[in-house]
C-alpha cells in the first residue's frame, strides 16, 4: 500500500519512492550536511538536499515503511 510521502513524514534507508512522472528510486544512504539532511538514491554519489518545505504532495512511498 503506498502513502505520501509527506504524511509518512520521516525518511528511512530502504524506503522506494515514486514522483510523479513514475520515477521509482531507492533510498540508500542518509546523512547530514549541518542541518540539512542529504539522501542518497540507488547508490548515487551524488546526495539529494533534502527539504520538506518543497516536497511535492505527489511523491509517493512504495516500500519500506514499518
Do not use: A, C, F
Not at 534507508?13 to 549541518?34: A, C, F, P, R, S
Not at 538514491?41 to 512511498?61: A, C, E, G
Amino acid at each position: 500500500m503506498s502513502k505520501r510521502l509527506i504524511d509518512v513524514g520521516y525518511l528511512r534507508v530502504g524506503m522506494v519512492l515514486q514522483d510523479v512522472n513514475g520515477n521509482k528510486g531507492t533510498i540508500t544512504e542518509l546523512g547530514w550536511l549541518g542541518e540539512m539532511p542529504l539522501v542518497h538514491i540507488n547508490d548515487s554519489p551524488n546526495p539529494v538536499m533534502w527539504n520538506w518545505n518543497t516536497l511535492s504532495p505527489d511523491v509517493m512511498v512504495l516500500e519500506g515503511m514499518e
